[in-house]
């Protein structure tokens, strides 16, 4: 008979919390084992390696929908199909990027302005806060 654990030995394995386990069975991410009467769910140990795929997934910032999407294609063995889901994944990273980018400058020209020290004026990054119209570092 394969190795079964509980939980909680899951939990540890695989480097997470026990209610992440719980969150994935009912995002049904992960197949929640049958409790047998008076006793305790006993996983199988290849558990682990999905609630790493899953964790994977994520830090490289795919959502749960999206991994619910890669593991089906991972059981088909699509390659096609991930590669246009990682350069999704891409475009929408290289979007952030580039709304990051004006954040940057746009708070860069800010504290330049605060830089000058005049202090009879109100403080430049306040004044901008306030302002209903959006500041792109003009």
Known sequence: MAQELTIGK??????VNVETIRYYQ?????????????????YP???VKHIRFIKRAQALGFTLNEV?????????RACGKTRALALDKINAIDQ???????????????VRQC???NSSKRCPIIQVLEQSESYRGK
Request: aromatic share 4%; hydrophobic share 45%.
């Open 96 to 110: 952030k990027l580039t709304g990051l980018t004006i954040m940057r400058r746009a708070l860069t020209a800010l």
């Open 45 to 47: 140990a290849d558990i």
């Open 10 to 15: 899951v939990a540890k394995l695989a480097e």
């Open 68 to 76: 619910t999407i890669l593991m089906g294609i991972e059981a088909a």
């Open 26 to 42: 009912r995002r049904r991410l992960l197949a929640e084992p049958k409790k047998p009467y008076m006793g305790y769910r006993h």
């Open 115 to 117: 830089e000058t020290g």
